[in-house]
């Protein structure tokens, strides 16, 4: 059965670890502390171990993407200073809006993309996150927070995009496409979103100021082709072309938020405001 910290990463062979005897001591891992650094890494030692590496950086991003948030819902409850700090500043610094925001966006949507090189189906993972994208949007709807398409549409989308075109996808020469998808994303990046005279097409990146707002926007077309070049980085991982030290990187903490990112995205935005409302009704 599918589980809620899977949806995000979801390597197909990691559950036969538990089935496979392998050099694995009971119980242990196949990249255990005792193992020599000068040993070679076998396609069998890849495919059982989860790569922790990617669930750290994760876990780093989807932090600070809570934090991004946290200044947010702070201003929402009507907190301009917090901790001797400026909220207000904070939110309109370019140091925040012009690049520390969508470079951890990006990160985030790159690991996304390389996870889903060992999904036993994006397509089933797309569909998902989509139904909870939904039940975000309506949430918000009704406690005045609308978020129509935001990086849980976007995620769900570009897993059952990738998911459906990825037999044709990955045809493309390996090297071209890392060229093609880059050059994609920094075109679309620097263009979209733009004004347009409706909403058809918000999902892509062209929309209408005046007659729709979200609190979370990432649309299609800006954030696809970064997605895409995850995904062909993320052949490299699982074709063992990284470097020892990415198969054996292990770290306490933020792996294990990394393996749960789709559930803390979901809590963290109700929690925020809940405690701040609790703070506001103690504070008078």
Known sequence: MLSISDLMYDNKDEKSNSSTGGNCEKGGSPFHEEQSLSEPITKEMV????????????????????????????????IDIAFGLDVRAIERSPLILGFLSPFFAGVFILLSGMSSRFSRSNVKRGIIVLVFAALLSVVGHFFGAPVWFGILHFMGLSMLTYGLLSKWLDKIPFYFSLFLWSSLFIFCFITLPRQADNNIFY??????????????????????????????????????????????????????????TLIIYLAHQPFFFLILTAYNFIRG
């Not at 922790?52 to 950086?57: K, Q, T, V």
């Not at 979370?216 to 995904?231: I, K, N, S």
């Open 47 to 78: 495919k059982k171990e989860r790569y922790h590496l990617i669930d750290a950086l994760r876990g780093l991003a989807i932090l600070l993407m809570m934090a991004h948030h946290f200044v947010y819902a702070l201003l929402y409850a009507g």
């Open 203 to 260: 999902w892509l990146g062209f929309f209408n100021r005046t007659s729709i707002s979200s609190v979370d926007y990432f649309p299609f077309g800006r954030w696809f082709f970064l997605f895409l070049f995850g995904t062909r980085i993320g052949q490299l991982a699982k074709d063992h072309k990284f470097p020892k030290w990415f198969y054996r990187f292990n770290m306490p903490i933020l792996p294990i938020i990394g393996k749960h």
